[in-house]
């Protein structure tokens, strides 16, 4: 499955810099706005450590991980839904990506251009939000009369009943967008499963990223910008990080790499972090397929069957599944090969109906 974070921000706010960090890009970060106006896209692997473990253990030729697309889009400027600052062309960049990382400057430095006054993370964040919502309410406002036009000459009872629903609950994300309360057309896009409201853009799920300086590294936690951010968003959606230590970091090799963390006192890497907390916050899960060729993480939502993950790895494996061999990655983690799995009967058979679950390993048995 495709899985796209766009990164969004005021001009100059590291968005760029962090996009090359992440995808060990050369995309221009230069210091002036709208450097980036073609939306730049790179595909980086999902770390994790138990794919290379599964490889040991099955003697895998070749290791396939889980992959996440990062989308650096063109700075966003106040008037951006009405089209300033090429903005109609940026927002359709963002109704594509399925996470938006919102990039907030947490540091001084007279040097960096800024044209929007003082530093303030938060007002940068509502600049962008509000041009969102307005580019959504342009969007409901042409949908609900066609809306009207369509449940009065449907004639299908189960249609009408559909588009009732849908008209509804576009006209609450109406009010709330009126109201300037993203958090409630978060919740009606969560709550639906209709595609009209999927395509609102301030419905879809966020990050933070807290660019910090370099001096705030060790001491991020007293800098008030930071602190601002996490009162507003919560600890677990703000990922605090230098973006541009964290570039310098990614173009090293990686002896020099963790030399240099190591001087820094950084554990982990944030671009790490940010991978992760991306592809946690789509509610995703991996599974895997391992044999002697390749070990393979498949990234799936929560909560699917094995008949639909088996359609993640080819569609003829849903359309003739017949059972699966399951086992999770932790029981051979113990018992060290799939012989003593057998051996000691931690491998099942499961029907069409098991719900996947995250680190299982799949054999998928099917007939076309």
């Given amino acids: 499955m495709g899985i796209k974070a766009g990164l969004v921000g005021l001009p100059n706010v590291g968005k760029s810099t962090l996009f090359n960090a ?38 895998s030729k070749k290791i396939i991980p889980a992959t996440v697309t990062f989308v650096d889009i063109a700075g966003l400027v106040k008037g951006a839904a009405s089209g300033e600052g090429l903005g109609n062309q940026f927002l359709s960049h963002i109704r594509e990506v399925d996470l938006i990382i919102h990039v907030l400057r947490c540091f001084q430095d007279e040097n960096i251009v800024r044209t929007q006054g003082p530093i303030d993370p938060i007002s940068d964040y509502e600049t962008i939000t509000a ?12 949908r609900l009369p066609k809306l009207e036009k369509m449940i009065k000459t449907e004639t299908n009872a189960a249609e009408q009943k559909k588009l ?31 595609p009209e409201m999927l395509t609102l853009l301030s ?21 008030p910008y930071y602190q601002k951010i996490v009162h507003t968003f919560g600890p677990e959606a ?67 069957t094995v008949r639909k993950a088996a359609g993640e790895i080819h569609s003829d494996l849903e359309r003739g599944f017949i059972c699966a061999e399951v086992f ?20 099942r058979t499961e029907g069409q109906d098991y719900i996947v679950q995250d680190g299982d390993l799949l054999n998928i048995r099917f007939n076309v």
Avoid at 206 to 221: G, M, R
């Fill in 203 to 223: 419905g879809k799920n966020i990050l933070i990223v807290a660019n910090i300086s370099e001096t705030d590294i060790d001491t991020y936690k007293d800098n």
């Fill in 164 to 194: 009732k629903t849908e008209f509804d609950l576009l006209s609450a994300a109406k009010v709330a967008l009126n109201a300037g309360d993203d958090k409630t057309v978060k919740k009606l896009v969560r709550s639906s499963n209709n």
């Fill in 328 to 347: 999770n990655c932790k029981d051979i983690f113990e018992l060290g090969s799939e012989s003593k799995l057998k051996d000691q009967g931690r491998i």
């Fill in 131 to 142: 041009e969102l919502m307005l580019k959504d309410l342009e969007s409901i406002e042409k």
């Fill in 238 to 304: 703000v990922i605090p990080i230098c973006v541009k230590t964290e570039s310098e970091i990614a173009q090293l090799p990686e002896q020099e790499a963790r030399e240099m963390m190591s001087m820094l006192g950084i554990q982990h890497r944030g671009l790490d972090t940010i991978i992760i907390k991306s592809y946690a916050n789509l509610g995703l899960i991996t599974f895997f397929t391992c044999g002697p060729k390749e070990a393979h993480a498949w990234p799936i939502h929560k909560g699917i």
């Fill in 22 to 59: 992440l995808t060990k890009s050369s995309v221009p970060a230069e210091n002036y706005p709208f450097c980036t106006i073609d939306p730049h896209i790179a595909i980086t692997e999902v770390p994790d450590e138990r794919l290379d473990k599964l490889a040991t253990i099955f003697g």
